[in-house]
């Protein structure tokens, strides 16, 4: 599997080119996500960001880190500034690797080609220039100035959801096309598909996984699976040839409260959705109101968790706020902290409840002062993924990442499939399972009180 380096240029105390209030490395990093994620969700590719949060790093850093992880391709990302229009891009102007040059006719090229059928773009040719991130690099590196911040028809464009969403998409796909990088979509006839029953970054919490299982008569094991340069204990509880046996036994899994997704052989990720199964559910929406009480959401979690903190309320009382469905943003939280036990690798003390900022290997993600500031941000995130309105001015904003969401880009659960978490091709679809199961829960309690509010009223008779 090849291996990406992005750089999103400047960051912390270098903002680069500035122009009425914008900033070239806000452009920069959330531009780079975007090819981050739209690779990671469509190709079987390894990514590294040299930085994936505001903060300062040096030249060096970025080629030093670069040169370490022995990459196959480096891209630099950046927005032009001094007075021009258009597109533009670089490799060093020294002695490169070889397919350097061959890279940047393909990208650039195929770019310019899809851009100009939706925007109008002026292409300022293929350069060669002497910039320490492509004259330090050792793999072949590339660079895009992608438009000019200071030109005020190309800050429109910047400052345009659909045409940012298009740049990025285009740069990730010239990319692949270059690197001949595979499609996920694609699984080799004959591979067995292997059901995981959880995966962990701690043995011990793949271990507590077996035991969970073994009580509820699911027999698995432990195999161990290297991610992004750092190890991941995988629980499989079986393996088929056929998609549908696969599917029998996830359906079985999650009807015993256990995530559970399905990974085709040899490829590593995670297997689309079967043409078999139920279509997802793309009409329930982010935005609108909980059907469910904040004693229901409590109750339901102490089943499998007895420890799990009590965020019911915050998650009702936030989600009216701002208009999103909290007890599904409840059931998000659930599918995130695996019952709020932090399995994976947020820990507790972050109060962080839906992975927010938690990028990769290392980065650990923002941190809360306070379990109800954590709620508060994850509803926030939910709302910029949700809506283009402004957002509430009746809590300050907390949520760090929310600058970097495309506004409106998800208004339905299943419309974050690849974008909150990635590949995530079924992210959605497994938040509204917990969900289900929530409202079961809920109908069984109900159910079981009114037979005793039926009993009481029977000996009265």
Do not use: C
Not at 12 to 17: I, V
Not at 66 to 74: Q, R
Not at 436 to 450: F, V
């Amino acid at each position: 599997m090849k291996t990406i380096i992005i750089d999103p240029g400047h960051g912390g105390s270098d903002p680069g080119a500035t122009y009425k209030g914008h900033e070239e490395k806000t452009l920069n990093l959330s531009t780079a996500l975007k090819i981050r994620d739209f690779l990671e969700e469509h190709y079987q590719v390894t990514i590294h960001m040299t930085r994936s949060e505001n903060k300062t790093m040096s030249l060096s850093e970025r080629t030093n880190f670069a040169n370490e992880t022995n990459a196959d391709f480096f891209l630099s990302i950046h927005h032009n500034a001094g007075g021009g229009s258009g597109f533009e891009s670089y490799t060093y102007n020294g002695n490169v690797p070889s397919n350097t040059l061959s890279y940047q006719t393909m990208i650039h090229n195929d770019y310019i080609s899809a851009i100009k059928k939706k925007h109008t773009v002026i292409d300022r040719g293929k350069k060669r220039a002497n910039f320490h991130v492509l004259r330090e690099t050792k793999m072949p590196a590339f660079l895009v100035e992608i438009l000019f911040i200071d030109h005020d028809r190309d800050l429109a464009l910047l400052t345009n959801t659909a045409f940012m969403n298009d740049a990025a998409r285009f740069l990730a796909e010239g990319v692949a096309k270059a690197l001949s990088l595979p499609e996920k979509s694609v699984i080799p006839e004959g591979r067995l598909f292997k059901v995981i029953a959880g995966s962990f970054a701690e043995r011990k919490n793949a271990e507590e996984r077996i035991a969970e299982l073994k009580q509820k008569s699911f027999r698995a094991f432990i195999a161990a699976e290297v991610i992004s340069g750092k190890t991941y204990y995988r629980v499989q509880a079986g393996a088929f040839t056929h998609r549908e046996n696969a599917d029998t036994l996830v359906a079985k899994l999650k009807s015993k409260y256990f995530d559970a997704f399905i990974i085709a052989e040899g490829t590593g990720i995670e297997a689309p959705p079967s043409t078999t199964e139920a279509p997802p559910e793309k009409d329930v929406t982010i935005l609108g109101e909980s059907l469910l009480k904040p004693h229901q959401l409590n109750e339901f979690v102490r089943t499998v968790n007895p420890s799990a903190p009590l965020l019911g309320d915050y998650y009702i009382k936030y989600g009216m706020v701002y208009g999103i469905r909290g007890d599904i943003a409840y059931g998000q939280a659930i599918h995130e902290t695996n019952y709020f036990r932090f399995t994976g690798q947020v820990k507790p003390g972050q109060n962080n409840f839906a992975g927010l900022g938690t990028t990769g290997p290392g980065v650990d993600g923002a941190s809360f002062t306070t379990p109800e500031e954590g709620v508060l941000a994850h509803i926030q995130h939910l709302y910029a993924y949700a809506s283009n309105e402004k957002l509430p001015d009746s809590y300050p904003l907390v949520d760090p990442r929310y600058s970097l969401v495309s506004r409106g880009s998800a208004r339905y659960w299943a419309g974050l499939n690849g974008k909150w978490a990635v590949p995530g091709t079924t992210y959605g679809q497994s938040i509204l399972n917990v969900y289900s199961r929530n409202l079961d829960h809920a109908l069984e309690e109900m159910e079981r009180e009114k037979k005793i509010i039926q009993a009481r009223i029977d000996l009265l008779k």
